[in-house]
Structure formats: C-alpha cells, structure tokens
C-alpha cells in the first residue's frame, strides 16, 4: 500500500509506441466527440434560452450522450448501483480525477459547482461554461451573491454538484469534507425542500497497473495524465454508488450535515481500496 498524502510527487509517466497511437487514436475521437457535441449545445442553447430561461430541458441531454460516449471510446467499464435521487438538491462525491467530470454526468443531469480560476483554464473553462458550471470565488465579500447564485440554480430544479473534499485525491481514500458550501442549503426557504444525494467513485486500475492509475492529485499536469490513461490497451472500472439522499431540514448545522454526508461516502469505499 502506497503512503499517499496531498502534494506528494506523482509517479512517472511511460508510454511505449503503441501506447502513442491508442493516445492519439482515442485522443482525436474524444475531441471530435466533445467539440462536435459543444457545438449542437450552443446552437441549441440558442433556442432553448429564450424559451426556457434558467432552466435547461434540452441541452443537458447531450451532456450525458457526450459523457457517455467518452468512456466508450476511453474503455471505462461503467457500473451503477443505488438509486438517482428525484428531489431538489445536490450531490457530493469523492474527487479522484477529470475522470470524475465524464463518470457523474454520463448518468445523471447535474451543474458542477467549481472554483472560479476554472472559467479562464484554455479550452476546459470555455467547456464547463457551456454546461452550464456554477463558479464560485472564495472571497467572503462575495459569498452573499454566490449564495444568490445558488438559490437560483436549485429553485429552477438543477441539481448542483460539489466535492466537499476541496481538491482530488489517490482515488482511495476519502479526505474530511469541507463544509462550507452546505451552508448553501440550510437558508430558511430552502431547507425543507432540499436533499443531498452523497455518491462513491470506487475507480478499479487496468490489471497491472498501479492502484493509483486514475488518481489525478496535487502538482499533477493534466496532459501527461490524459495520455497515460488513453494510452492503456486495457482499461480499467469505475462504480458510481449512490447512496439514499439525506434531508437537509433533518440536520441542526453544517457541520453535521457534512459529516454525515461524508460518512456515507467512506462507507461506500471497498476495503481492499
């Protein structure tokens, strides 16, 4: 078992020749599948817009279709077990990886929720604008209009989704929630509406490979991580395990909200892990 801790130095990547053609085979698809798929969303979106304003019955569709068709052509096996929540709400997971982008979606309709410096990443932010991902700065002077912001959003039926954990990890283990942004959810006039679905990402490495394989943490670039996963001939797994939604107006804080919410997620983390 490998001493895993944030920060720690990522293994080195190796890819032999075959390995470079799987990259670039899966790579080319994966971008004609994505860019193809933004493309019809913001024509799309155009129509939906006037018509729908907030709320967005049409594009989130294609989402899911793109994200699903991504660990397609990746060769993620994909596994559900438990039951999607129908109530308002959000959902909270571990973070493993950008895996975890294409995993959650490819099942479910949901709005990340995520730190605004993504927006401006080259190509990544103009992708998670387009889908519609909450934003967020930590700078307290804002946190009124972001919590405005979040009012909006669950009041037009979308389910946000957040990793407590703040940043990603191994993929296995689950780090303390943060719970800051559960307080989101506790105002007078949300409480008793809202749920949060907690979710396990259980990320099972090709047969060989280092049981960190799909775990993106730290100082770790995503380029060579990308290519080390497209370049493997055999994939490995993943398991979306939901979990029963908790009621918010159940919870007295927080503080106990989050913990309860990550204590549902460890639970759900296999041992061998």
């Not at 991504?70 to 109530?87: K, N, P, T, W, Y």
């Not at 700065?137 to 912001?149: G, H, L, T, V």
């Amino acid at each position: 078992m490998n001493d895993w801790r944030p920060g720690m130095e990522p293994p080195e990547v190796r890819i032999g020749p075959l390995g470079w053609a799987l990259v670039a085979l899966r790579g080319l698809v994966l971008v004609l599948i994505t860019f193809g798929g933004l493309a019809i969303l913001l024509i799309l979106r155009q129509i939906e817009r006037p018509v729908h304003g907030l709320n967005r019955p049409w594009t989130p569709w294609i989402v899911q279709a793109v994200c699903a068709a991504a660990l397609v052509v990746i060769g993620l096996r994909f596994r559900v077990e438990g039951s999607r929540m129908r109530q308002r709400g959000a959902v909270v997971a571990n973070h493993a990886s950008w895996l975890d982008i294409f995993v959650l979606n490819a099942r479910k309709r949901v709005y990340f929720v995520s730190k605004a410096e993504v927006a401006r990443w080259p190509a990544i932010g103009w992708l998670a604008r387009a889908t519609g991902t909450v934003f967020i700065n930590r700078d307290p002077r804002e946190a009124r209009a972001q919590q405005q912001i979040f009012e909006q959003r669950l009041l037009a039926g979308h389910r946000l989704l957040f990793f407590p954990e703040g940043t990603s990890t191994d993929g296995r283990r689950v780090l303390p929630f943060k719970s800051t942004l559960f307080q989101a959810f506790l105002t007078p006039h949300l409480v008793d509406e809202m749920h949060i679905q907690p979710v396990t990402l259980i990320y099972r490495a090709p047969a060989g490979a280092d049981r960190q394989f799909y775990g993106w943490w730290g100082e770790m670039a995503f380029g060579p991580h990308l290519a080390q996963v497209l370049a493997a001939r055999r994939q490995g797994s993943v398991t979306v395990l939901y979990h029963p939604a908790l009621k918010v107006a159940d919870f007295a804080d927080r503080k106990t909200l989050a913990a309860a919410a990550e204590a549902a997620v460890r639970a759900g983390l296999p041992e061998d892990l």
